[in-house]
């Protein structure tokens, strides 16, 4: 099992983490890549799922996470709503997604997650956004000093090899007004490395679609 490595991503783990319920059963970590907040969450969850469409990706996580009890890596595409088994609507008391969203289009990774979602489960999204306003500039140039100060700290900045890599095509305004019509309630924040977080709790009584 590996010990771990830093970069924007990693650096809210802790952030997901802390916002898994008591109690939690049944967790999934969407787009996994190498398991590495797989491997984090089995300390909380009795059973945790990590799911990637890179096999690459899964080989690295099974290999890093031999061993370790209550995990299972899968193959498979979230978005594939003829899933059933580990991936069944409703199956989870919660879900992740770090660095994910942006890859593909953004209500529907959102309405694939809530799908995947018990009522009454949480949903956490760390997630990317384009700079569009001077605001948002000014923001993310605030950004520059932390996430140096952070990567000496860490000893670097590492991404796993093979990790796929794009750029997000939402602004960041735009994400909060798809998020407040996918997500009403949810918690919205902007983060200063670059990253926004998005909570929302599934209402127990199914009122918003999955």
């Excluded at 969850?45 to 996580?61: F, K, N, P, Y």
């Excluded at 009890?69 to 997604?97: C, H, I, N, Q, W």
């Excluded at 306003?133 to 140039?141: K, L, M």
């Excluded at 952070?150 to 796929?164: E, I, V």
Aim: aromatic share 8%.
């Amino acid at each position: 099992m590996t010990s771990g490595y830093w970069n924007h991503n990693v650096h809210y783990h802790r952030f997901v983490l802390d916002a898994v319920p008591s109690g939690c059963r049944a967790a999934l970590d969407v787009g996994c890549g190498e398991g590495l907040l797989v491997r984090k969450l089995a300390r909380q969850a009795r059973s945790v799922t990590g799911v990637d469409s890179s096999g690459e990706m899964i080989r690295l996580a099974r290999e890093r996470s031999a061993g370790l009890a209550g995990v299972t890596f899968l193959e498979a595409d979230f978005l594939d709503r003829a899933s059933s088994g580990p991936l069944a609507a409703g199956a989870y008391d919660f879900v992740s997604a770090v660095a994910v969203v942006h890859h593909v289009e953004f209500a529907q990774a959102v309405e694939a997650m809530v799908r995947l979602l018990a009522p009454g489960g949480r949903l956490v999204i760390i997630g990317l956004a384009r700079n569009r306003t001077p605001q948002d500039w000014i923001i993310s140039g605030a950004g520059v000093p932390v996430a140096r100060f952070n990567a000496r700290r860490h000893g670097g900045k590492t991404d796993p090899d093979g990790m796929p890599v794009q750029m997000p095509a939402m602004a960041w305004g735009e994400v909060r007004r798809e998020a407040r019509r996918l997500l009403p309630g949810h918690h919205f924040r902007r983060h200063l490395l670059w990253r926004y977080s998005l909570v929302w709790n599934k209402p127990v009584g199914g009122a918003n679609k999955s």
